[in-house]
């Protein structure tokens, strides 16, 4: 994923979806949206009533929704070991968040297995990280780093600095951020799903930007707004910074997921959910 300091723009599929975005591009199917608005909003839950997103079974429910997305698959424990190119200019994507070697975030998490575990197989790229930081080169890591990721993600140690950095620098701040504005957990995910893509960096499409041109159009419930209108108003920003990107251009994340929940006045991300992404199914019990 991008980093956020960047001012830079259960289904058996075998190719990662992550791949299939990058094939895909312009296959957007964004123009469905309007048909999944909510029609009874106020009969919707109310943030105060939810549970944030970092309680611990909702927790589990994020990520397995970004893995739906990610990795076409509810297994997100099974993505430490994933890595490949998928061409979007961001070097090697990799990992339970897509860390990539080109946006920093990589070398980040790398730094920090090293600092709590200096003799680990993936410690001596660590000056190719930051040589290649910020292009799409994989000079000094060829042939060998995605088998000796790979190899790395069988140490608990590597997983557990996967899961401090994807907190650090995506899940913390995007839950903040979202009981900052008075969102139930539907919203909260919405913060984090959005981070995840784009990062939290400077231009157009970063997170804060996003949010910046929902508040153009609404007002989250913390500034006295209706929160349903203010997660579509939300949810709108989100679909156009995806089209500004050919590798992010589909939008069904959020037609056919995020919205669907929103239609259902799920603030609360209760279960069963049921949702399709990029035209699978998915069902959480």
Known sequence: MRNPNDTTTTNPVLTSRRTLLALLGASAV?????????????????????????????????????????????????????????????????????????????????????????SN??????????RVNGTDSHSGLDPNFPADWRKAAQDTAFQQAQNDERDRVYFNPAVQQGKTDGLGTLGQFTYYDAIVMHGDGDDATSFRNIRKRALGHAKPPAQGGNETTY?????????????????????????????VFLRNGNLCLNTPLDWKVYGDSYHIG
């Not at 197989?121 to 930051?130: I, N, Q, T």
């Not at 579509?232 to 994340?253: C, G, I, K, P, Y």
């Open 231 to 259: 997660l579509n108003a939300f949810l709108d920003a989100r679909v156009w910074a995806m089209q500004q990107e050919e590798a992010h251009s589909d939008t069904t994340r959020v037609d056919t997921e995020q919205r």
């Open 121 to 130: 197989v993936l410690a001596k790229y660590l000056p190719a990280l930051r």
């Open 30 to 118: 964004g123009a469905g949206a309007v048909l999944l608005r909510p029609a009874h909003a106020s009969a919707a839950p109310t943030a105060a009533s939810c549970a944030g997103l970092d309680d611990p079974a909702k927790k589990e429910i994020a990520m397995k929704l970004v893995s739906s997305a990610e990795n076409s698959s509810l297994d997100w424990k099974a993505q430490y070991k994933y890595i490949e190119d998928i061409g979007d200019g961001r070097g090697y994507t990799a990992g339970i968040i897509g860390f990539c070697s080109g946006t920093g975030d990589m070398l980040d998490l790398v730094q920090l297995y090293t600092d709590r575990k200096p």
